[in-house]
């Protein structure tokens, strides 16, 4: 099971960027696939963000056009950049990871988003003026 820790995050103004890390200790990240999710205070966790090994993106409607996900296997990382901040996008943000199936038979593991196994501590994300 792989340990994930993330950083970057901080307190921004509307219209704010923030790059957000997640960096792994798990045996096969390159092979993994990773979401980014976010909680705000008093509200389940949604889903963000969606990058599989080889790449493929996926994106929430609420951030499509503002964040882009991407992932350096070299450093086991991957990371959020934020851009246009709202104060709605104030939340602690998570990474996390799972194992990719065959994506011939499965299609791709971003269209799926309930099933992620390991995660992160999060890292607060603040948009206020």
């Known amino acids: 099971q792989a340990q994930l820790v993330e950083s970057g995050g901080g307190l921004v103004q509307p219209g704010g960027s923030l790059r957000l890390s997640c960096v792994s200790s798990g045996l096969r990240f390159k092979y993994d696939a990773i979401g980014w999710f976010r909680q705000a205070p008093g509200k389940e966790r949604d889903w963000v963000s969606c990058?599989?090994?080889?790449?493929?993106?996926r994106y929430a409607d609420s951030v499509k056009g503002r964040f882009t996900i991407s992932r350096d296997n070299d450093k086991k990382a991957a990371y959020l950049q934020v851009n246009s901040l709202k104060p709605e996008d104030t939340a602690v943000y998570y990474c996390?990871?799972?194992?990719?199936?065959?994506?011939?038979?499965?299609?791709?593991?971003?269209?799926?988003?309930?099933?992620?196994?390991?995660w992160g501590q999060g890292t607060q994300v603040t948009v206020s003026s």
């Open positions: 990058i599989t090994s080889d790449g493929s993106t």
């Open positions: 996390a990871t799972k194992p990719e199936g065959d994506s011939l038979v499965l299609g791709s593991p971003c269209r799926r988003t309930d099933d992620f196994r390991s």
